[in-house]
T-cell receptor, first 110, second 117 residues
Framework: DAKTTQPPSMDCAEGRAANLPCNHSTISGNEYVYWYRQIHSQGPQYIIHGLKNNETNEMASLIITEDRKSSTLILPHATLRDTAVYYCNPGSGNTGKLIFGQGTTLQVKP | GAVVSQHPSRVICKSGTSVKIECRSLDFQATTMFWYRQFPKQSLMLMATSNEGSKATYEQGVEKDKFLINHASLTLSTLTVTSAHPEDSSFYIC?????????????FGSGTRLTVV
């Protein structure tokens, strides 16, 4: 299973962009990078995923380096409701299991 | 989008009793579901992979006789914590993937807070 490294915590001012990095240097060639977040006492919520190309959806953007060893999740205009623990998880595109690392606790401040 | 329903959301039980937690995929079929547990201020720990119509696959260190998993249909998996003890108190979460959505991410239930007294 690919290992991930994320900073344990980050702060972001409300309305500013939040950039959350993740190192996944052991990711396999066929593994996607998935990002989830968990708000206190709830199940994780899917945010975005990608394989090689950068991706964008209504929640966030995902930037994956060319060598695929790291990625950055971007929340373009962070709100207080984005305060959560953010996890990046390499995973296969089928039914492979998801192993969670320690994640990054993002605190959005007014 | 895909929805996973988990029930109950919280349960308190006496030490020595058993507790069953249900995980349902509401609008898709899931041949595989996953069960996690999470202690306070810690990450999610994968306990087992639940396979429809066959035995679950447990992660190393997880007691299969204590955490019974049944996946009798394509939309329902259950986790039974047998002879529960206070150290089993935790947040239990299930997840599943709608395979018709390709590489789309897993959907998680809202979790079950188990307290053993």
């Amino acid at each position: 299973d690919a290992k991930t490294t994320q900073p344990p915590s980050m702060d972001c001012a409300e309305g500013r962009a939040a950039n959350l990095p993740c190192n996944h240097s052991t990711i396999s060639g066929n593994e996607y990078v998935y990002w989830y977040r968990q708000i206190h006492s709830q199940g994780p919520q899917y945010i975005i995923h990608g394989l090689k190309n950068n991706e964008t959806n209504e929640m966030a953007s995902l930037i994956i380096t060319e060598d695929r060893k790291s990625s950055t999740l971007i929340l373009p205009h962070a709100t207080l409701r984005d305060t959560a623990v953010y996890y990046c998880n390499p995973g296969s595109g089928n039914t492979g299991k998801l192993i969670f690392g320690q994640g990054t606790t993002l605190q959005v401040k007014p | 989008g895909a929805v996973v329903s988990q029930h109950p959301s919280r349960v308190i039980c006496k030490s020595g009793t058993s507790v069953k937690i249900e995980c349902r995929s509401l609008d898709f079929q899931a041949t595989t579901m996953f069960w996690y547990r999470q202690f306070p201020k810690q990450s999610l720990m994968l306990m087992a992979t639940s396979n429809e119509g066959s035995k679950a696959t447990y992660e190393q260190g997880v007691e299969k006789d204590k955490f019974l998993i049944n996946h009798a249909s394509l939309t329902l998996s259950t986790l039974t914590v047998t002879s529960a003890h206070p150290e089993d108190s935790s947040f239990y979460i299930c997840s599943a993937r709608d395979q018709s959505q390709g590489s789309y991410g897993y959907t998680f239930g809202s979790g079950t807070r188990l307290t053993v007294v």
